[in-house]
């Protein structure tokens, strides 16, 4: 009998996540596989005695999803995908046991969520723009390959757990419909636990399309201003730890306090060039901003002519954030819930 169940929860029941649970199908330990749907149809794999599908009401978070998968296993171990990644190799569960063995003070292990090889040109570029540091800030060691180490954060589309582990910390804050993976890892760290970053658990991440993308751009934008607001709260009130706002200077990325900052510096800018005289030390934050942008483009084309369209991405991805987090300080916000999907709610084949 197996010790793993691989929990993924999902929309739509289509070809990519279809494609998922043939790749756990093939993870060594035979793992066992719950899919949380929304979908009643196309369940393909429910003649399987492997794979049970869990049907739930739509609107469910991906966090409640989750937990519900849990409350139905007793395994000892649980591996969490996406219903758009999959597990790049089938010593995944193996390794990934390996790595809870080195400290018994790891509470979480995951690698990287890379690019897989058969993506459309438009996805490999938002591909490319996960790995500028203008994105995924200082920690985007999950969009890259790197050696083995402690990590700040990893991600629920590539997790390995105890299960015993999990409930100690209550599971995913079901009230959150993004960033419920962000704030378990962050309960990890703020009760002086840690997670593990290892290359031999990777995963393969479909990307979204641009404009899906720029939608998750929106999120992340509001996201870090949700960040500042619990970490101010945490640090002025001080305010216990609990699920949502476990924000403390542990936990904490102070990258995104550029977000709100950069349309505001961009509007006194303008302000002041139409009614005041431009000072050029005023200009310095606009110079850096565009060579940074330039640098970061040249990087992760590897130096090819595809930097200019990256560029631009790049540009157009930085604004929307910075807007979105300015706006929710005076909270003004947009419902994204009709329009946050991964690309397997789009797809309709591989």
Known sequence: MSDTTVIIPAIKNSHILNNTV????????????????DD?????????????????SSGMTMSRKRNLAVDTTDTEFLAFFDSDSFPANTDWIINAKNCLKKNNKIYA???PDTSPPNESKSQKNVGLLKKSILI???????????????????SSSNLFMRREKYLELNGMDENLYTGEDTDLFNRIIASGKKLYY????????FDRYFKGFLIERYDRGMQSTVAIKAYLN?????????????????TFRFEFFINPLLVTYFAILLLTALFLNLNFILLI?????????????????????????????????????SIASLLLFFNISIDLKKHYRNVSDNYSEL
């Open 109 to 111: 292990v995951g690698g």
């Open 198 to 205: 290892s290359p031999n658990v990777h995963a393969y991440h």
């Open 40 to 56: 009643k149809e196309n369940q393909i794999f429910n003649k399987n005695e492997k794979i049970k599908y869990i049907l739930v």
């Open 136 to 154: 995924s800030g200082f920690r985007n060691h999950r969009k890259n390959i790197l050696d083995e180490m402690y990590v700040p954060e990893l």
């Open 234 to 250: 945490r640090i002025l009130l001080n305010r216990k730890i609990e699920a949502g706002s476990a924000y403390t200077t542990k």
């Open 22 to 37: 043939k790749h756990c199908l093939e993870l060594k330990t035979n793992p066992k596989i719950i899919i949380v749907t």
């Open 285 to 321: 934050p606009l110079f850096l901003y565009f060579f940074i942008l330039l640098i970061e483009s040249l990087r992760i084309s590897n130096f090819s002519l595809n930097f200019i369209k990256l560029l631009i991405q790049l540009f157009i991805c930085t604004i929307v954030q």
